[in-house]
Each structure stands twice: as C-alpha cells, then as structure tokens.
C-alpha cells in the first residue's frame, strides 16, 4: 500500500488531489453511462424478448402436472395416437417423428414416446381412450437384444401379466439380415401384446437395414396412413410442411452457449464423473499409430489417456466415441445457404412438449456448433428432408426443374422409390451432395437442422485390458476412403475425425469425447477355461485385450487354459497387425496362433478354413474343458462362415446330427459360451 501511495505522488512530493487512477475510472463510468442510455433499444429489447419467449414457453409446459402420465396427458390433449420407439442409432426415433407429422398434418393428434421415461404400465389405460392406435418403432441391436432406451419395455413385456384387452397396435421392426436374429424386438413386442390380449390393427412391418431399410419403411408408412384415412374418415388436402420447433436467433451472446456438450452447458470445462452418454470425459490422445506397413488401406493404433477419469473398463468393453462433422463440409453449406455460421441460436418446441423435445439438440449454439456436433450431415438425407425442401425452390425455370426433380423423389409408390433410392443410396448423396445437386433450393438452415438426424456416437471394441493399462484406452480402428457414383470422395465420419487428431505434447488441444459401455463380451470366471477367439482385421481389438489378461494371469502364476486366436487379413508383410506383439505371446507360452493370409497364395484362405482344419483339436476343448468360443468382425459374411464352420465340427467330430448340432450351438450361446460381436 505504501508503494501505491508513492506511485499516485506528484512530483514535488505532495499528494495530487486526482490520481491518475480516478481519472481513468471516471472515464470508464462515464462510457458506461453514455453506453446504457444510448445503446441501441433493439438489441436489449431482442435479448429480453428471447428469454421472455423460451420462459413463457418453459413456464406453459410446467403449468400441466408433471407427474401426468402418457395416458393421462393424451386424455387432456385429445390424442389419438401414442407411438413408443425403441432406437440405438436414432433411425427408429427419426421414423416415429415423421410418422407423427403424417399425423398432425391429418389433424390427428399424437405422443412420441420414449419407454425408458414412462411407466408401462399405464399402457393397458390407454384402451380407455376411443379410437386410439398404439404403434411400437423398435429396433434390435446386435444379437437380437433390445435397444438401451428399450430394455425396460422388454423386460416389462416378457415379466408382465396385465391385461391389455382393447389395446390397439401395430409394430414396425428394424433389424438387419446379417444378423442371425433378424428383427428379434420386433417381433418379440409384436407377439407379446397379442398375447396379453392386445390387438394388432395393422400388419407388421419390418425393415432391413442391410438393404434399404427406408425403402421398407416407407411401404409399411403408406398401408398405414391408408388405414388412418379411413379409420379417422380423413378427407381433403392434408396439410403441408409442419415445424416442430420455431427459430430463436441471439443478436448478443447468451451467458450460457453449448459448444459440443451433448446435454449440460459447460461440461466440458467442468469435468465431473460419472461419464456416460451425457457427460462423456474428453481424453487426450496419447498416441496415435499406422499399424499398417503399406498398401492402399489404413489402420490406425490410438491411445486416448482416461488417467484423470476414475473410468474403468473390463476387457470386451466397448468406448463410444462422440464424433465431429468435416468442418470444411460446414463451412460448404454455410456457404450454400448463405448464413453465418457464428450466429447464435435456439430451436423452441411448442410449449407443451416433454422435456425431452424441448429442442432437437443442446440450445442456444452456433449453427456452426449444430452443424459440427449435433446433426448428421453426412449420411443419406431420408425422403422427408428432401420434401422439406420442396417450398424452398424459387419461381423460375431452374426452380421448376429442382422442385420436380423433388417431387419425382419422394412420390409414393415403386417409382418414387426407386428414383429415391437410385439418387440417394446408389449415388451415396449426403446432405451437401443435396443442394448441389439441387441447386435452385435454398432450405433455411435451420429447418434442416430440425429435419437432419443427430449425429450418433460410435462405438469401438477396447483394444487393451485394464489391467495392463489402467491409465489409457485403446483404439484400434481402421480407415478408408471411398468413391461415389458422382465422383465424391468420402470417408467415416468417426474415423477420418479421429484419424486426423495427433498427440500435443505438452497440452490436451487433441481430445475426444468419450465414456465407456458394457459389452456382453467377456472372458471366462475361471481362468483354466480354454477360450477360442476369431477376429479378422480390426475383429482383433477386444482379443488383443484378452490376451494380455491372460498373459498378466500367466506371469503371476495362475493356471490358465489354452488362449487360441484366429487372425486373417491379406497379406502378412501389408496388414499383419500388432505382429510382433502377437508373436511375443506365442514365445512365451501364452497364445496359441493361427492366421489366415487370404492372398498371399493362389488359393484364398479365410480364417473358417483354419477353423475347419483344426476341427478335432475345437471339439476336444468343447467336450473336455467346456471351451468358450469369440467372434469379432464382420456380420455379413465372416461370422455366418464360422459358425456354419462350427456346425460343421460338431456334427463332424462330436457325432451329431445337424439338428443335435443346432441344439449344441444354441445352448452354447444361452449359456454365454458363444458370443458374437459383429457389425455390418
């Protein structure tokens, strides 16, 4: 304090009446003022105003009971139709938001609902309710399992005794053939309301997502929008393009902005556990890796640091990564529809939306943030994204062309589908590929951000076992780039963003937003137990885990079954990956290794090749030392081949009849001694 004394003297050593200190803070005060009374009305107003509306809104919602059921808030709404959807990837949400659009556009009210936020077993009240219609949007995930947001609607199914006599539904399934138990969920729902005495008043559906599941959709959609018209007596032109949510802009800077957080502002400067899909821990990238020695394909190694997390993770989990959008495609569409990108916004849903639908993604943000973080632009625009962009082409010959072009796309019938199916799949058009494609159409952003699916996380097999490298999780992951029919060149939206980050020395600029999930993939209790793992390519991820598990069992002394690998790839001297890794295991005792180098001979050799050779040595593990046998990779082809390979075995070398080898098989996976981790 003395030394300040001393700074403010004057310089014949008095004290000046004004330092220059206060004279600097009247300046500031009196800017200020000058500010406050003459600032421009509108942009104070405009803030206000916006808080106001999103206020009025939240406070309009809340002004219903809250505790009300779904049955009790369509009673109060005059709705006619519920729609529960059970979704992984967001494709089954998607379908049920265009389906209550349909309806709103007829004047048929409706609820989209999730089931894991409701009570089910209120479902049986809605039979009370005249004319109502029950639809179930619900997908299978992996091996014929329930989506997460599902679960509590199977196990409600499968437990429950109530009496759903009067209830009216319809399913629509989404699976994928690769799968051996195509469409479990949606047949598993369809068959348990009927027998708790439901009644179905509109066929099955069932979409294939390994061909073209909105192909499928879109013929169940139509046979049912016809039964409506006729059970609600719907006559006349229906409505046209509907918002759901209405377009907020900020002309000043909200104190609280979402940039990338998928639910809580701010979460990503105040990292808290528990991380989960909500609140995902942004690990540094450690290292990252080529794993290939050459050729026109990638595969990459990367090390993501979770030391400061508290996570854990057993082996044959799996990290779901919160992936990012080609930011130079963003900027692209920016530029396309003639927006700046750093305004920011909110999209308000009516007011007495649920909580959930409050918006369509965390807001106020940047369209930038939107489009980066929260929608999916580079997967095929569906039918209805291109139909709303049909108002949007101008009056002029340019535009009556685009606006046909549209229409001939998202016609009903053979022809419309077909048209779409050849422009958007078979062409591999995404959403930037659209408006240059169409480029009269000029959408308003962010009617397609409201259109646009969210961008989903993804999911990767943990490389590494926690008990070698609690510090770190392991990605293994390989990368490629691809042609389409109209010259693009694309790429995963996942793996060229991951691909792209490199370790920061000294910093944490390179970080990915991740949190770990269970997967039914998991070694044995007991270690003596033999396991046989086939994993092809990437396949190898969740293995290389197991193995060093077993290796650290090994070294501390304990007995430890036979660890077998199957590996394949193409060339040994090209994608042989983690090769000397692996052959330090076979060294020491603790790997028993076969690969398949399908073209480094003439003859093609596939790891089902290897599989069958060694019949006699997998029989003897299965009947001597109840074995547990892994497969990772790929759904379509690899897994259908090892396990007709293993039915093969059986029958061949345990003496079975195909059907006693079936029975064998089946009873191996419900016990958990065959389990399958594929993907399409």
């Not at 421009?40 to 808080?51: G, V, W, Y």
């Not at 005495?197 to 139509?222: H, Q």
Request: hydrophobic share 35%; net charge negative; with cysteine.
């Amino acid at each position: 304090m003395a030394q300040e004394e001393e700074v403010l003297a004057d310089a014949s050593g008095e004290a000046s009446p004004v330092s220059v200190w206060d004279a600097l803070l009247l300046v500031v005060f009196a800017g200020f003022l000058i500010y406050w009374f003459f600032r421009p009305k509108n942009e104070a107003k405009n803030e206000t105003d916006i808080k106001q509306f999103i206020n009025q809104k939240r406070r309009s919602s809340s002004t219903a009971n809250s505790n009300e059921s779904f049955v009790e808030r369509m009673q109060r709404k005059n709705f006619k139709v519920a729609i529960f959807y059970g979704s992984q990837t967001g494709t089954g949400e998607d379908f049920s938001a265009r389906l209550m659009k349909d309806l709103r556009r007829m004047s048929i009210g409706c609820s989209v609902l999730d089931p894991e936020d409701h009570d089910m077993d209120n479902l049986a009240g809605l039979a009370s309710i005249e004319d109502c219609l029950v639809l179930f949007i619900v997908a299978t995930y992996g091996e014929g399992d329930p989506t997460d947001n599902a679960r509590q609607l199977h196990d409600w199914l499968g437990e429950t005794d109530t009496d759903l006599s009067g209830l009216r539904y319809s399913v629509f399934g989404l699976g994928n053939k690769t799968y051996e138990h195509y469409n479990e969920m949606g047949r598993f729902v369809d068959k348990k309301l009927g027998e708790l005495g439901a009644e179905r008043f509109f066929k099955l559906g069932e979409g294939d997502d390994d061909a073209n599941i909105e192909d499928d959709f879109m013929v169940w959609r139509e046979g049912f929008l016809s039964y409506v018209r006729e059970q609600f007596d719907v006559t006349g032109e229906e409505g046209g393009l509907l918002r759901e949510y209405e377009l907020v802009t900020h002309a000043s800077r909200p104190s609280t902005v979402f940039v990338g957080e998928p639910a809580k502002a701010k979460s990503f400067e105040r990292q808290r556990p528990a991380f989960n899909i909500k609140n995902p821990y942004l690990a540094p990238v450690r290292v990252h890796k080529e794993l290939h020695k050459g050729g026109d394909r990638s595969c990459m190694h990367v090390e993501l640091d979770i030391s400061n997390s508290k996570m854990k993770y057993a082996s044959g989990d799996h990290v779901a990564i919160q992936p990012v959008n080609d930011s130079a495609m963003v900027e692209e569409i920016g530029q396309r529809l003639n927006v700046n990108l750093d305004t920011i916004m909110s999209l308000v849903a009516e007011a007495d939306a649920s909580p959930s639908k409050q918006n369509p993604f965390p807001c106020p943000c940047s369209y930038r943030t939107a489009l980066l973080y929260y929608v999916d632009i580079a997967s095929r625009p569906r039918t209805h994204v291109l139909e709303s962009m049909i108002g949007y082409c101008p009056d002029t010959e340019d535009g009556a062309r685009d606006k046909q072009l549209l229409r001939d796309l998202t016609a009903p019938g053979d022809a419309g589908r077909n048209a779409y199916n050849q422009f958007a799949n078979i062409e591999g058009r995404n959403m930037l590929d659209v408006l240059k494609a169409i480029p009269s159409a000029q959408p308003p952003l962010d009617l397609l951000l409201e259109v646009l699916p969210r961008l989903q996380v993804r999911y990767y097999s943990i490389s590494s076992s926690f008990k070698m490298y609690p510090e770190s999780v392991h990605v293994t992951a390989s990368t490629h780039d691809y042609v389409t029919a109209t010259g693009r060149v694309g790429s995963g939206v996942a793996t060229s963003w991951l691909n792209s980050l490199r370790p920061h020395i000294g910093t944490d600029k390179a970080r990915v937003p991740v949190y770990i999930r269970k997967s039914s993939l998991r070694l044995p209790m007991r270690s003596v137990v033999p396991v046989i793992m086939v994993g092809p390519g990437t396949g190898l991820a969740p293995f290389r885990a197991f193995v060093e598990e077993r290796h650290l069992l090994k070294k501390e002394g304990k007995m430890v079954g036979e660890t077998r690998l199957y590996f394949g790839c193409r060339h040994k001297t090209v994608d042989f990956i983690y090769e000397d890794e692996l052959q330090s295991y076979v060294d020491d005792g603790s790997l028993s290794l076969r690969v398949a180098f399908s073209r480094d001979q003439e003859q093609k050799v596939y790891v089902s090749d290897l599989l069958r050779e060694d019949g006699a040595h997998i029989w003897s593990l299965f009947e001597k030392s109840k074995a547990h046998f892994y497969v990772c990779g790929d759904a379509k082809a690899m897994a259908r081949d090892v396990n007709a390979v293993l039915l093969e075995i059986v029958q061949e070398h345990g003496g079975k009849t195909e059907e006693e080898a079936v029975a064998f098989i089946k009873s191996m996976k419900t016990r958990g001694h065959y389990v399958v981790d594929a993907w399409s």
